[in-house]
């Protein structure tokens, strides 16, 4: 099967991470020319995205598409207000084209907290946008005046900010209105609608209120909304394939996820059920596919703030992989748990873990481990390089090497959010993940087939990066 697919933007996790996770599976995916996607603060040239969709359709079998890709260029410019609304409708239109031919899997996003934070300088802005946001949402869940809320905010932000920040809102949930009209026309086989970075209360709960209100009114019930951004590609590229019912035997190291992840809004195990459902997956503890979920003790931490010794249940944990699995690491957001995973790792237990995910938020994480087990059903056995790079990136990467980097470049008078110098700080990451490997990871990669492994940054910042084995 030949799947056209649009990404979100970009980074490795949208542009690259789909075509990898069914490589060798029998189906192929295939993306717009790098020169015509966007790049950080540069939006994809919209025009020519949908030349390339109109001449690629002969040829293809199903359409996975972002529409923050199709109608702004990308993720970061969806959050600004160049695109009017009536353009950003005039563009959906390519997608009732695509339906006459294809099924079209659609998958938009409801508009996170705040800005972007572009530079330090913008950190200032960030906060208070998110402030703004969770006290606005809190008066209006609890049926309060909103307006002194507007007023004590509209004194602080700047009105530039403000002004474009409400346009923005405003017109992407115009947009998903729109995605809802036309699932309820026939035009999309599927539809997500993907909540962005956001917390319990928010400027998004009005939204949702009126998207739920829609679904119920029209029956829509196979059109799916709930946390995550990033990993909706691989599961639109996935579910375009119409995989067969599949189970899945499901074991939580602690708990039972009814914790609420930072930057979602409800808890974990809702999610991870809606993601199951739009992926054809079940429960069940009889099936030989297990997927372990390592859950925090407690409130969901940030991975850079982990503690260096081992929690008191360490044992208990690691008791829970006696047999292989794929692991879903959400004790943390933004990388995984070095208390574990060095454990598993001293123990000689990676080789019993078939797949990996533990980036960024938790349902980034979980669509992206879930995407995994389909697509290595598919292929009819594990993906061992994906399995790597995502223990050299979700793990080193994000929970060690990221914060490393981070201390000694602004020492320097970098700004991590806008390098000024990718070079320099890519020979820097490499050097500290040539410190890292020396832990016994080199030589567990080894005995799994790899030799080298090697660190680029796809933007000139060092939220994510690429990496690439040998």
Known sequence: MRILYLPLDSRPCNYQWPRKLLQGSGHRVVTPPQEIMDHFRRPADTDKLQE??????????????????????GILASRTPEVSLETALGRLNILKEAAARVPVHAFGLI????????????????????????SWGQAWQEGHDTAPVDKKYEALLPTQVLGAYRRVRQRNHSVN????ELKCEGVLASLMLLQEDAQEHGFHRREQAELSEYIREHRLNDTFMHNGADEGGMMACVQALTPAPMSVNIRYTRGDGSFVARYEDRPFKENLASCM???GLNYDSSSPIRLVIHAPAGEQGEAAWQKTSPPSDIGALESVFGSPCYLLDVEYSN???????????????????????????AMNSTGTVLSLIRADMLRGQPNPSFKWERLLDDLLYESVIRQKAAKLLTSRGEDVYSLSNKPEAQELINTLLAEE???GWEAAMNREGFTRAELTLPWERLFECDVKLS
């Open 52 to 73: 390339f969709i109109r001449k690629e359709l002969p040829e293809t079998d199903a359409l996975a598409v972002s529409v923050e890709m199709l109608l702004y260029g």
């Open 111 to 134: 508009m996170r907290s705040s800005v972007s934070a572009f530079c330090q300088g913008d950190l200032k802005a960030y906060e208070l946008m998110t402030e703004y946001s969770v």
């Open 177 to 180: 209105l729109k995605l809802l």
């Open 277 to 279: 459902r739009y992926l």
């Open 335 to 361: 990388g995984g748990s070095l208390s574990l995973m060095s454990r598993l790792l001293r123990g000689g237990k990676l080789p019993d873990i078939l797949g990996y995910s533990g980036w960024n938020t």
């Open 437 to 439: 490997m020396k832990n």
